[in-house]
């Protein structure tokens, strides 16, 4: 077995790479133990119901979601619009730099 992979930070974009949710791109919103993370994106997978994913089945996309990361290290409320907000950010900023990416998931 290889080296233990390291968890992204929380607030930071991963894409689902294996699973019912593959090419979904979400927010960590939280560390579980040393091999898993929850992850929402606020439409397909709400932050009330965060979808536990190991970190072998994630692909990291090394960008933060800013305003998701301080409002978590603040101990506040993220809300769904601010994951969508955010997934959508990144969606659009990946398109203008011609990284032309679908949205995935059921």
């Known amino acids: 077995m290889g080296a233990p992979r390291e968890l992204p930070p929380i607030g930071s974009y991963v894409e689902v ?10 927010v960590v ?5 040393d091999r898993f ?3 929402a994106d606020g439409d ?14 994630i692909r990291r996309i090394h960008r933060m979601a800013d305003v998701v990361a301080q ?12 994951l969508r907000h955010a997934v959508r ?3 659009e900023a990946q398109t203008a ?6 949205q995935g998931g059921t």
């Open 29 to 33: 919103v939280a560390h579980e133990g």
């Open 97 to 102: 730099n011609g990284e032309e990416r679908e």
């Open 37 to 39: 993370l929850r992850i």
């Open 17 to 26: 790479i294996q699973g019912r949710d593959a090419g979904l791109v979400a």
């Open 71 to 82: 409002k978590l290290a603040e101990g506040g409320r993220v809300t769904n619009a601010d």
């Open 89 to 91: 950010m990144l969606i």
């Open 44 to 57: 397909v997978r709400r932050v009330e119901k965060p979808k536990k994913k190991n970190v072998a089945h």
